[in-house]
Every structure is written in structure tokens, then in C-alpha cells.
């Protein structure tokens, strides 16, 4: 059964960067489409990112449209988020998940994803 591990936790100034990873700890990301949600207190969970098997199809929140990144190194087994210019808005837990099938990232929905990691904790505040 497919485990997804999410790391880099940070607390980071307004303005500032940082890079989300999340990786298989059992199981593949072989052809599977993987995204990134996130959580804020009094907030759904909602999609913030989405990438293909391939890497050839990607998709984004229209909130994080110009600074967020997302890629992934199939060889690896690892997906990324970077996030740059971060705002106090993005504050929230990130969760990885991954598609059963490989998803062409048109729509980031949770439905669409079965397999999911624990999540990362996301503190911007200067």
C-alpha cells in the first residue's frame, strides 16, 4: 500500500521561501498523478497544486498562480512544491496525495485522490 512522507516543516517570514517535498515510503508514484492540498483552521481542505504522472500536465490554485512550483522526480519517487513570496494566507498544514490511476490534473479535487501523507506544518509570520 502506497505511504506518502511530507517534509519540510518551516516557519518562514512574509515574503520568504520554501520548498514542500513528499515522497513514497512504501509503494510507488508511478504512474499516479500527485497533489498538494492544504488545511487552514476554519477552512476546507483544498487543492493548491497538481502534477501528472509524467510531469507533462500541471495545474494551480488561482491563489498561488506565479509563486508556487511543483515538480517531481520519477526516478526519485519524490514530488516537490516550492513556494516562493509566501504570505500569511498560505499558512496552513500541507498534505501530499496521490491519484489511484494516472489524472491529467485538470480539476485538484479530493475525491480524485486515494493515497495521502500526514501532512507539514506551514507557519508564515514575521
Known amino acids: 500500500q502506497l505511504q506518502l512522507v511530507e517534509s519540510g516543516v518551516g516557519l518562514v517570514q512574509p515574503g520568504g521561501s520554501l520548498r514542500l517535498s513528499c515522497a513514497a515510503s512504501?509503494?510507488?508514484?508511478?504512474?499516479?498523478?500527485v497533489a498538494w492540498f492544504r488545511h487552514s483552521p476554519g477552512k476546507e481542505r483544498d487543492g493548491v497544486s497538481c502534477?501528472?504522472?509524467?510531469?507533462?500536465?500541471?495545474n494551480y490554485a488561482d491563489s498561488v498562480k506565479g509563486r508556487f512550483t511543483i515538480s517531481r522526480e520519477n526516478a526519485k519517487s519524490t514530488v516537490s512544491l516550492q513556494m516562493n513570496s509566501l504570505e500569511p494566507e498560505d499558512t496552513a498544514v500541507y498534505y501530499c496525495?496521490?491519484?489511484?490511476?494516472?489524472?491529467?490534473?485538470?480539476?485538484?479535487?479530493?475525491?480524485?485522490?486515494?493515497?495521502w501523507g500526514q501532512g507539514t506544518r506551514v507557519n508564515v509570520s514575521s
Open positions: 512504501a509503494g510507488t508514484l508511478d504512474y499516479r498523478a
Open positions: 502534477i501528472s504522472s509524467r510531469g507533462t500536465t500541471t
Open positions: 496525495a496521490a491519484s489511484l490511476t494516472d489524472y491529467v490534473c485538470d480539476f485538484i479535487l479530493r475525491q480524485d485522490f486515494t493515497a
